[in-house]
């Protein structure tokens, strides 16, 4: 009986250790900023994880916000809201987010912000494993819960009026897939004949 007890209790653990690792904290956007139909986003080129900037993107697509991507630290002049973020992969027999970040604001002003993290970097939780999408879009679905944001709305777009440089959710997934193929070449997966014609391929379809 004391041994059955014993078992008990270390599988009581496990389990919850498998379930309580993951840590989410979100500060929600206010509805009074339900005008937000477009984010520019500050480019952090310490981020490595390919697909995390095109997963972002898609989400905030999906609740009605198009975005644009800007290098520097100073947002182009039509920005009236903007995004920073981080996001940090480790490895445990294959690669996976561990802790993301993502702040939003108006100006100078903090609107909302969400973080993911896992705690000791997942420990012995099997879905750790789970794709970035599935770790993030609850996440953004509710930092952004409280917008009406109306999907029609017309899209903020460069000051010269044109779409020059911006970077939609579907460039943005062009771009993580052009980031997931320069890997496999440089881990000698694909030969160089093959990237060129599937880089030229993603690059015809933008």
Known sequence: MKYMSMKAVGAGLLVLGLSGCTSIQVSKVDSQYSDMNHVCIEKNDKVIVEEFLGVVQDRFHTHGVSSEIYVGTEPPAHCIYRMTYTALKTWDVATYLHHAEIRLYKGTNRIGQAEYHLKGK???????????????????????????????????????????????????????????????RDEGMITEQDYEQKKTELLNSM
Request: aromatic share 4%; charged share 20%.
């Open 122 to 184: 997942g420990g012995l939780a099997l879905n750790k494993w789970a794709s970035v999408e599935s770790k993030m879009n609850p996440v953004i679905d509710d930092m952004l819960a409280n917008l009406r944001i109306d999907p029609n709305a017309p899209k903020a777009i460069s000051a010269s009026g044109r779409n020059d440089g911006v970077m939609t959710s579907q460039s943005g997934d062009v771009y993580s897939k052009l980031s997931a193929l320069k890997r496999l």
